[in-house]
């Protein structure tokens, strides 16, 4: 029985699969759709060339209905000014845009998209790719195409919603719960750091001191930091101590003697000239 959160990565990577499978599909049939466009646009241009050059042929039906369709004949391009642009610009552009999803469902390049285009980076959730999936599966849509471009939009189009549904379930850790470098994370975290009572955790790198540490000990650690920098060491308490600092201009004043109120005086109670003490306790 797997945690919840293996069911959670398996389900989201499943999408992501799913994913690139129709945005592959779309990518292979627009350059097909593109070709057909280019051959018809072809067969438009030469036949209206063969009606100019031959009157004869302008009582050609066949020539004269295909020069007067709102559509060029086969194709998706429209019969106006600049159509013939406007339609391989269109299928251009879902190309260049397939490519870049594909890109973005990889993850790489990370910094790229991060940088450049947020809503594609890991730090925003899926409904944004859902929407663009959306986009691009209702403009192939709204066309007349082939039944192989047909089932590729509208592969995509169902993906796209099922991308939005999972933004808005997960939002933002969307990504992150689908990720194969977070998982391997997680399962450091799960490994056992004691065996037998011995540590086996990682050595671990020098990393910069917390808000605890620098309140604490934030002063020790500039002044080891400053030692350290400066080529010096410290001398200890000894002797050596006691020079270093007398030549820095310190003085280490010897702690005046005390005795606790229960202890005896010492009073010249003697005839020999030597201290003895008294047995009366001395009072505050």
């Known amino acids: 029985m797997l945690p919840l959160r293996a069911y959670t990565f398996i389900g989201l990577n499943g999408v992501r699969i799913l994913s690139i499978i129709a945005l592959t599909l779309v990518f292979a049939s627009n350059i097909v759709t593109l070709v057909h466009d280019v051959q018809a646009v072809n067969r438009f241009v030469a ?22 369709f709102d559509y060029i004949s086969g194709s998706t391009v429209p019969n106006q000014p600049a159509g013939a642009f406007w339609a391989v610009l269109n299928r251009l552009l879902i190309i260049g845009q397939t490519i870049v999803l594909i890109l973005s469902e990889f993850g790489w390049p990370a910094a790229f998209f991060n940088r450049y285009f947020p809503v594609l980076g890991k730090d925003f959730g899926l409904g944004a790719l859902g929407i663009m999936q959306c986009l691009i599966g209702a403009a192939i849509l709204s066309h007349r195409v082939d039944t192989f471009t047909l089932v590729a939009a509208f592969f995509l189009f169902s993906v796209g919603c099922l991308n939005i549904l999972v933004g808005l379930i997960w939002r933002e850790s969307a990504k992150v719960k689908r990720s194969i470098t977070s998982w391997r994370e997680h399962a450091k975290g799960a490994l056992p750091t004691h065996v037998a009572g011995v540590d086996v955790r990682p050595v671990m790198t020098a990393s910069p001191p917390s808000f605890v540490s620098n309140m604490w000990g934030g002063s020790d650690q ?36 005390s005795l606790p109120r229960y202890a005896a005086s010492r009073n010249p109670t003697g005839t020999s000239g030597k201290t003895e003490f008294s047995e009366t306790p001395t009072v505050a």
């Not at 209206?48 to 004269?64: C, F, H, I, M, R």
């Not at 001398?235 to 004043?253: C, D, H, N, T, V």
């Open 222 to 257: 500039k002044d080891r930091a400053s030692e350290a920098g400066s080529g010096k060491s410290g001398m200890g308490f000894g002797r050596q101590g006691e020079k270093a600092a007398g030549l820095k201009g310190y003085l280490i004043s010897k702690p005046i003697e």
């Open 47 to 68: 036949a209206g060339k063969q009606v100019e050059t031959n009157p004869v042929d302008a009582s050609n039906t066949t020539l004269t209905d295909m020069l007067d």
